[in-house]
C-alpha cells in the first residue's frame, strides 16, 4: 500500500489551498474499500494560510490533537462536529491506539442512557439484543451524584489495602461524572454498539453497574453503519488467525447480546474511526508528536505542535505499514513539521507505560527495559512513550496523581503468556505487526505457574511459582466480592470501608511481582536492573499440559523460547540468543538440581511451594525455557488537567489553548477506556470552543 | 458407597483413625466440605451465601443439620458426610469466629439425620456416570463462552479471553478434578451461581449455569448420558466429583 505522493516532496510552507488535494483525497477514498467512509465530507483546510506559512508553520488547523486513541479520535469528531478544522497526527501506522486491543468494556454511568435502557427492559434502538438485561434494575438506577462520590470516595480500598479513589482530581471528576452520560450518547450516535451492562470497570465506582461492552455482529459484509462485520475481519474465521482490522480476535458476546454478537476494542475502534473519517477529521500517521509550542516557553497561548517521522517499516519487505482506512490521511514524510492549532492543542497521546526511564519515576525497578507496556507489537517503541508528560514538563504544565501508579492490579503485573516480548495480547499472525512479537505466546493463566520453576536472569528461583502471577483484586466494599453486590447496604465515605479489620480480612497480595524486579547477583550498577524472567522445564511438563510448543504459540529464533538437551546448554543459549540477556544463568543448573532435591523430599524449605500446589522434577529432556514478562498496562500519574481537561501549570494557571486527556493526565485511578472518552468528548468540545 | 474412595476423603478418614480431637476434624472437614462457599474465615459471600460467623442460624442444631444433611433452600446436601463427621462440623462452626455456641453430639446429630431424611433422595452418582448430555454441553459452551470466558477461558482452562481479567482457575481437567475432589456438582453449581461471574453473580437462569457444568464435565473427559444434569443443588449434591475409576 505504499504511496509516494506529491505531499512527500512539498517543501515547507510552499502551498496554498488544501493539504490534501482533489485527487488524492479520492484515491484515498477509493483505496478505503468496503465499510469505510468512501463518501467523506470534504476534507477541512488544513494547509497555513501565508502568513502563518511564512512564521515556519507547515500546517493550521482549528484543533490539532496528538495521538488517535479513544481520547484524541472521541475529542476529533467532537471538535469537528461543533465545526472546527481537526487534524490527528498518531505515531502508529493506523489509529486506535491501545482502544482497537482493548477489551471494549466502557464504564460510564450517571444515569447514562445505556443504564436506562437496561432499566426499562428494552433493546437497543437497531434490535440487536435479544437477552435480557444482566443487572437488576435498582444495580443501574445511577445519578451523577451518586458517580461523583464513587469516584473520589475516600474510604474505598482494594485488596492490596491501597486506595484508589481518595487521590483523585476532584473539579476533573465533577466533571467526569457530569459528562458521562453524554458522552454516551455521543458515542452511540457515532455508530458504537453497546451490550447488556454487566458490571463496572475497575476505577469506575462500586455503587452501580456502569459497563457494557461494544458489539458489532457477524455478518456477510462488514459494514459499520449497519453494524455487521464478516468472521474472517473479526478474527474469529481462524483460531490461529487475526486480521488487520482485528489485532485481538473479537470474542463471544451471546451472554449480552443474543447469538451472533461479537465484542472487543474493534467494536468500538473502528466505528469511531469511521465516524471521524467520514465527518472530515484529518490524519497525519507515523508521526510522533514531542513538543507543544506556546508563544513563550513557559508562557502564553499554546499554538501548535512539532512532530517527527516515525515510520513502521516492516523489518522483513522494507515496506512502510499503511492504515487499514486511509481517506483523511494526508501523507507528510518531511522529518519534522510544525502545525499551527488556531484553537487549541490537545494532547492525546497516552500514558508512561513504555518509557522505562519514566517508569522508574513511580518504581526504579521497573527502569529495566526488558519489560514492555502492552501492546508493544501493535504500538511499536513510540506507543506510551510519556510524549505527552515529557511535552508538558517542557512548556510548564503541573502533575498530578503521581503516587496512583502503585495502586491497581492491572498498572502492572507478572503476564501469563509465556514465550513472547509481547505478553500481554494474544494478537496471531493476520495483522501486519505480528512480525513485531514474532510469537503469539503459550498462554498458560496462572495455574500454569504450577507446571514450572522460575527463575531470575542469573537462574535461580525467587520465589513460589504458583503464587508468583497473582494480582491483588480490586476496590471492594465491606463483606462483598464483586460490584454493585446485590442486596447489599454500600455505604459510600463510610470508615468501616477502610477499617483495618475489613483489610486484614480481604488483603490478598502475595508481592511475587515485587520479588521478581527485586536485585540479584547479576544486578549491576547504577540501575540494578533485575533482568529477564524465565519459565524452566522439561518433557514430561509439555505432556502433562498439551502446552502446544509450536509456531505461531512459540518461535524459537524470537529470543524468547529456547529448548536443549541439557540444562546446561538451555542456560548458554539463553544467554547467548535473549536480547536483554546481560549475565549468563550461571546458576540454572545448580538449581534445577536442588529443585528436584525439594520434590524427592516433598518440600521446598526455600519457597514453601509444597503449600501451594504440586511440585514436578525437571528431569527428562529437551528442556525449555519461556520467558516471563512483567507488563506496565496502565499510567495513573501525569498531567494536572481541570474540569474542562485544560492543562494546569505548576503555578495553577491554565494553560491557554492546550488541553489534555486519556492516559496523558494524572489524578484519576481508572483502568480502561472510560476515563479517555470522556476526556476527550471534554476537551474537544472546549478546544472547539476557544475563540483562538 | 458405590463411588471410589476419593483422595480426601481417605485423608479425612485417616485423621478419624489417628484419633484427632473432634475440634480439629471438625476443622479439617470444614475446609473440605463448606468453606468453598462460606469462606475460611466464616465470611461467606453475603448476601448470597450468608456468613456462618455471627450467625443466628447456627442457634438450632435442627436448621444445621437439616441443612447439612438435605439440602436448603439454596444449600446442596451433603449425603457423603455421616453422623460423626456432621457433628465435627456442627461443634465446629458453633465454636468458630467467637460464635460461642456448645459442640452438638454425635447421637444429636444422627436424631435429626433420621427426622430430616428425604424419602425422594436420588441414589449418589459419579461425574463418571453419563450424568449431562452432548447438548447441554453444547449449550454451555455457548453460554460459557461470554459469562465465564472472560477469566477462566473459554476453554475452561483458567486463560482469560481478556486480557485485561485476572485470570481465574481451570474449570475442567486435571486441576479441576484435583481441587475439587470429594466435594459434589451441587457445591460447585452453588458456588458458581451464586458468586460467578464476580462482576454480576446469579445473572444467568439456572438452566444455563447447569449447562456450564456439563460443558466443564465434558472438556473434563466425563462421558456425556442420556439425561441432562438436573438444574437444582439438592438434586446435583448427590454427584460426586473425583478422578477417573
Not at chain 1, 472546527?84 to 493506523?94: I, K, P
Amino acid at each position: 500500500m505504499a504511496r509516494t505522493s506529491d505531499s512527500d516532496r512539498r517543501k515547507r510552507g510552499d502551498e496554498g489551498g488544501t493539504g490534501l488535494n482533489r485527487r488524492e483525497f479520492f484515491k484515498a477514498g477509493a483505496a478505503a474499500g468496503v465499510g469505510a467512509a468512501a463518501l467523506a465530507a470534504p476534507a477541512a483546510m488544513v494547509a497555513p494560510t501565508p502568513a502563518a506559512a511564512a512564521e515556519g508553520w507547515d500546517y493550521e488547523v482549528d484543533v490539532v490533537i496528538a495521538g488517535g486513541g479513544c481520547a484524541g479520535i472521541t475529542a476529533a469528531i467532537r471538535a469537528r462536529d461543533l465545526g472546527a478544522s481537526v487534524l490527528v497526527v498518531d505515531q502508529n501506522y493506523d489509529l486506535g491506539g491501545r482502544m482497537l486491543h482493548s477489551g471494549s468494556y466502557l464504564s460510564l454511568g450517571g444515569g447514562d442512557s445505556v443504564q436506562k435502557r437496561d432499566m426499562a427492559g428494552e433493546a437497543d434502538a437497531e434490535g440487536f439484543i435479544t437477552v435480557p438485561p444482566a443487572e437488576e434494575p435498582a444495580e443501574l438506577d445511577d445519578s451523577i451524584d451518586l458517580l461523583f462520590t464513587d469516584v473520589t470516595d475516600w474510604s474505598i480500598v482494594d485488596r492490596k489495602g491501597q486506595s484508589p479513589y481518595r487521590y483523585n482530581e476532584r473539579d476533573m471528576m465533577r466533571a467526569w461524572a457530569e459528562n458521562c452520560p453524554p458522552t454516551r450518547d455521543f458515542l452511540l450516535a457515532n455508530y458504537v454498539r453497546m451490550t447488556r451492562i454487566s458490571g463496572t470497570h475497575g476505577g469506575g465506582g462500586l455503587s452501580r453497574a456502569r459497563a457494557p461492552y461494544c458489539f458489532l455482529m457477524l455478518g456477510d459484509v462488514t459494514d459499520i453503519e449497519a453494524g455487521t462485520i464478516t468472521p474472517e475481519d473479526a478474527g474469529v474465521a481462524d483460531p490461529e488467525r487475526t486480521s488487520a482490522m482485528a489485532p485481538v480476535q473479537m470474542e463471544d458476546a451471546t451472554a449480552f447480546v443474543g447469538p451472533g454478537a461479537v465484542r472487543n476494542g474493534v467494536a468500538l475502534s473502528r466505528p469511531l474511526e469511521y465516524a471521524a473519517r467520514k465527518k472530515g477529521v484529518q490524519f497525519i500517521l507515523h508521526r510522533r508528536f514531542t513538543d507543544v509550542i506556546r508563544e513563550e516557553q513557559v508562557g502564553g497561548r499554546a499554538i501548535g505542535i512539532k512532530a517527527v517521522y516515525s515510520p513502521r517499516i516492516h523489518p522483513e519487505s522494507g515496506q512502510r505499514l499503511e492504515s487499514l482506512w486511509q481517506n483523511g490521511n494526508v501523507d507528510d514524510r518531511r522529518p519534522e513539521i510544525r502545525i499551527r492549532a488556531r484553537k487549541a492543542v490537545i494532547m492525546a497521546s497516552g500514558g508512561h507505560a513504555g518509557n522505562p526511564e519514566m517508569r522508574g519515576m513511580f518504581y526504579p525497578a521497573m527502569r529495566e527495559p526488558a519489560f514492555p507496556t502492552s501492546g508493544m507489537a501493535l504500538q511499536g517503541p513510540g506507543g506510551q512513550d510519556a510524549s505527552a508528560l515529557i511535552a508538558g514538563l517542557k512548556v510548564g504544565a503541573g502533575l498530578s496523581g503521581m503516587q496512583q501508579n502503585l495502586s491497581y492490579p492491572t498498572c502492572y503485573h507478572i503476564g501469563t503468556r509465556l514465550g513472547t516480548r509481547d505478553a500481554y495480547t494474544d494478537m496471531y499472525p493476520g495483522h501486519p505487526t505480528f512480525v513485531f512479537r514474532g510469537s503469539t505466546g503459550i498462554a498458560v493463566g496462572n495455574a500454569g505457574f504450577e507446571e514450572f520453576i522460575a527463575v531470575n536472569q542469573v537462574g535461580k528461583r525467587f520465589f513460589d511459582e504458583v503464587k508468583l502471577p497473582r494480582r491483588p483484586g480490586g476496590n471492594r466494599y465491606p463483606g462483598d466480592g464483586g460490584a454493585p453486590g446485590q442486596g447489599l447496604e454500600h455505604k459510600p465515605l463510610d470508615w468501616r470501608n477502610c477499617s483495618a479489620a475489613w483489610i486484614k480480612q480481604m488483603y490478598n497480595y502475595d508481592h511475587g511481582l515485587d520479588a521478581a524486579i527485586a536485585m540479584n547477583e547479576g544486578s549491576k550498577a547504577p540501575n540494578y536492573y533485575c533482568g529477564s524472567l524465565w519459565a524452566i522445564f522439561d518433557e514430561d511438563a509439555v505432556e502433562r499440559t498439551g502446552w502446544e510448543l509450536r509456531f505461531p504459540f512459540v518461535n524459537w529464533s524470537n529470543g524468547y523460547a529456547f529448548r536443549a538437551d541439557t540444562v546446561e546448554e538451555l542456560a548458554r543459549s539463553i544467554f547467548a540468543g535473549h536480547p536483554f540477556a546481560r549475565v549468563p544463568l550461571s546458576h540454572l543448573a545448580q538449581t534445577v538440581d536442588t529443585w528436584n532435591g525439594y520434590v524427592d523430599a516433598g518440600a521446598d524449605p526455600e519457597f514453601e511451594r509444597h503449600n501451594s500446589g504440586p511440585m514436578h522434577k525437571i528431569v527428562r529432556p529437551p528442556f525449555y525455557a519461556l520467558s516471563i514478562m512483567v507488563i506496565w498496562h496502565d499510567s495513573y500519574g501525569g498531567l494536572h488537567v481541570n474540569g474542562r481537561n485544560q492543562v494546569v501549570d505548576v503555578h495553577g494557571q491554565v494553560i491557554p489553548g492546550l488541553y489534555a486527556g486519556g492516559e496523558a493526565v494524572g489524578g484519576f485511578n481508572k483502568h480502561g477506556l472510560g476515563k479517555g472518552h470522556v476526556h476527550g468528548f471534554i476537551a474537544g468540545t472546549h478546544a472547539a470552543r476557544e475563540i483562538g | 458407597m458405590k463411588r471410589p474412595l476419593t483422595a480426601a476423603l481417605a485423608a479425612t478418614m485417616v485423621l478419624y483413625a489417628t484419633g484427632c480431637a473432634i475440634a480439629a476434624d471438625g476443622e479439617a472437614l470444614y475446609a473440605q466440605h463448606c468453606a468453598v462457599c462460606h469462606t475460611v474465615d466464616g465470611a461467606g459471600f453475603p448476601p448470597n451465601i450468608p456468613a456462618l460467623a455471627g450467625s443466628q442460624g447456627l442457634e438450632d442444631p435442627f436448621t444445621l443439620v437439616a441443612n447439612t444433611h438435605a439440602g436448603g433452600a439454596y444449600m446442596p446436601p451433603f449425603p457423603t458426610l455421616g453422623a460423626e463427621e456432621i457433628a465435627a462440623i456442627a461443634s465446629y462452626v458453633r465454636g468458630a469466629w467467637g460464635n460461642g455456641l456448645s459442640p452438638v453430639t454425635t447421637e444429636e446429630v444422627a436424631a435429626l439425620m433420621e427426622e430430616v431424611a428425604d424419602p425422594d433422595a436420588p441414589e449418589l452418582r459419579s461425574i463418571w456416570d453419563g450424568v449431562y448430555t452432548r447438548e447441554q454441553a453444547a449449550r454451555g459452551q455457548q453460554m460459557a463462552r461470554a459469562a465465564c470466558g472472560l477469566c477462566h477461558g473459554s476453554r475452561m482452562n483458567g486463560v482469560p479471553d481478556d486480557n485485561d481479567m485476572r485470570p481465574g482457575p481451570p474449570l475442567a481437567r486435571a486441576y479441576f478434578l484435583r481441587v475439587w475432589d470429594g466435594r459434589t456438582l451441587g457445591s460447585f453449581f452453588t458456588y458458581s451461581k451464586w458468586t460467578m461471574p464476580q462482576a454480576n453473580p446469579g445473572f444467568l437462569p439456572d438452566e444455563d449455569y447447569a449447562a456450564i457444568v456439563a460443558y466443564a464435565l465434558s472438556l473434563t473427559g466425563a462421558p456425556a448420558g442420556s439425561t441432562p444434569l438436573p438444574t437444582s443443588a439438592r438434586e446435583l449434591g448427590y454427584i460426586m466429583i473425583g478422578p477417573k475409576p
